[in-house]
């Protein structure tokens, strides 16, 4: 969800984010990079843009488009109803789509992948949020991506252009509920990846395999427990597949990470058995979504909060 304060043991979260974003041993940037491992696989953060619309005021996901190279889909975090947003790498707004068939309880990313039409693109949204563990299940919906041109620029919330109707994806987690915030979806296979959001404990993995549509919810599998490089566990708030599929980044409010596939394997679940190497993700207000570039070289995060920054990183 959109604020920490809305989390179980608000004092603790409040005091812990506090504690990392103003102390001397956490902010200093000199002291962030002497922690970071020296084979970081990215160079520095850059701002390459700000979001301009107003109406984007919580950027919770972030995936590249397939259908119109140089612009990105987002959405707000809970709140905001059924819209995805189209913007450029500089932050310039490019429209605004109304998910049809589909509901926002509390959307917290979104990924790309196949989908029933072969050799077209589907987005896959996250709406998995459950920062009081009641949700009994969760839902991904899955739309054909749309293609965003110039003319879509005066569309807006009072007039939306409007999606193809979307499949609503149910899930169940085999042991109980979780809070999760982070959405990944093979770009081969079209499996689901969720990872849980737990603070000092390590995230938890669950698949769902080429996942449809049904009456029943489908129960997922667990793939197990993610270690996740910091000290305050896994407080992951955002996910992303290269498209290559070889390659999973994650986020959380303080920098981001990235498994790399092993060159003897082909299936994606063997990334989560890899190490996590950190990199450094720049100062974000609050930190929710990460992206990889259409060409993969590069990843690129935005934060809650109006006039939000387009963060990239440039892979080495």
Not at 81 to 94: H, N, P, V
Not at 139 to 166: G, H, W
Not at 250 to 262: H, I, K, R, S, T
Not at 273 to 284: E, I, P
């Amino acid at each position: 969800m959109h604020s920490l304060i809305h989390k179980p043991g608000i004092l603790f979260f409040a005091s812990l984010f506090l504690f990392y974003s103003s102390g001397q041993q956490f902010a200093d940037q000199n002291a962030r990079a002497k922690s970071r491992p020296e084979s970081s696989p990215y160079g520095p953060p850059k701002v390459i843009g700000t979001i301009t619309n107003e109406a984007i005021n919580e950027s919770s996901g972030l995936v590249a488009s397939r259908t119109t190279p140089g612009v990105y889909w987002t959405h707000n975090d809970s709140g905001d109803g059924a819209f995805l947003y189209a913007i450029r790498t500089d932050g310039e707004y490019f429209g605004v789509w109304r998910v049809t068939g589909a509901q926002a309880i509390d959307w917290e990313d979104i990924s790309i992948g196949p989908g029933p039409v072969r050799g077209k693109s589907y987005l896959y949204i996250g709406d998995i949020g459950d920062n009081g563990s009641a949700r009994k299940e969760i839902v991904v919906y899955r739309v054909l991506e749309p293609k965003p041109s110039l003319a879509d620029q005066n569309s807006s919330k009072s007039k939306p252009r409007i999606t193809e109707n979307a499949e609503a994806i149910r899930l169940r987690y085999p042991d109980g509920t979780h809070d999760a915030e982070a959405l990944l979806v093979d770009p081969k296979t079209g499996n689901i990846y969720i990872v849980t959001k737990v603070a000092l404990q390590n995230p938890i993995v669950y698949e769902a395999t080429a996942a449809t549509s049904s009456e029943q919810p489908i129960t997922m599998k667990s793939l197990g427990e993610l270690k996740v490089p910091s000290l305050f566990g896994g407080i992951i708030t955002g996910g992303s597949v290269s498209p290559d599929g070889k390659r999973i980044a994650l986020c959380d409010y303080f920098q981001g990470y990235e498994a790399v596939l092993p060159a003897t394997s082909s299936n994606l679940e063997d990334v989560w058995k890899q190490r996590l190497v950190s990199f450094d993700f720049g100062k974000r207000k609050q930190g929710e979504s990460i992206a990889y570039r259409l060409d993969g070289l590069a990843l690129l995060g935005t934060s809650e909060g109006r006039g939000s920054s387009l963060i990239e990183v440039v892979r080495k």
